[in-house]
């Protein structure tokens, strides 16, 4: 069985952004056994990190909040999704306010020298919708936000489903799109 952790950056449980995930597991489920646990950072009491350094010291966040659970997931994660809403071209502030606080990952890599994935490089994938039709560098600024957070937690970047204009053409109207979904769980289930 595959644990798949889905962190879900989208305000809206039942939006655009959720429905490509949903589409994704979808064909991930079509491969093989899965076990998903979606984590909705909306509803997470989650500080922002604070610069303190303290992960410099231990490898770990001094804050003790609802980010203890997303840490935990990570960790046990075989695959992971990390789906998310753009605003201004960066992901949504819940998405970029767990990505900040994965601060002690960085620390325990680069500063103490240590591999809290013990050199696992497991798939993952970033899902992006955006309201706004197709505009030059639309999803440009949060592509490199994801993979620099994937780098640091083991994770290796199987494809990214960027969807533009979903205001005007949801995804019920993109069969293409739910397509392009479905091939990208089926991936992430066959990659090594």
Do not use: H
């Not at 959720?18 to 076990?35: F, H, Q, R, T, W």
């Not at 992901?91 to 890599?109: E, G, H, T």
């Not at 809290?116 to 949060?142: C, H, M, N, W």
């Amino acid at each position: 069985m595959v644990n798949i952790v889905a962190l879900m950056g989208s305000p809206r449980v039942q939006g655009q952004t959720s429905l490509a995930v949903e589409a994704v597991l979808k064909g991930a489920a079509a491969c093989g056994e899965i076990n998903v646990g979606k984590i909705w950072l909306n509803q997470l009491k989650i500080t922002p990190c604070q610069s303190c350094d303290s992960c410099t010291e231990t490898g770990c966040c001094r804050l003790r909040d609802d980010m203890g659970k997303v840490y935990q997931a990570i960790i046990a994660a075989d695959a992971l999704i990390l789906a998310a809403p753009i605003y201004f071209s960066g992901i949504s502030a819940q998405a970029k306010l767990m990505v900040d606080r994965c601060q002690p990952f960085w620390a325990a890599k680069y500063v103490l020298k240590t591999d809290v994935f013990d050199g696992r490089k497991r798939p993952g994938i970033f899902i992006a919708t955006g309201g706004q039709p197709l505009y030059e560098g639309q999803f440009i600024g949060s592509v490199y936000v994801v993979n620099l957070l994937f780098k640091m937690i083991g994770v290796k970047n199987i494809g990214n489903l960027t969807l533009p204009d979903v205001d005007n053409k949801p995804l019920t109207v993109r069969p293409d799109a739910v397509a392009q979904a479905l091939e990208l769980g089926k991936a992430l289930m066959r990659a090594e």
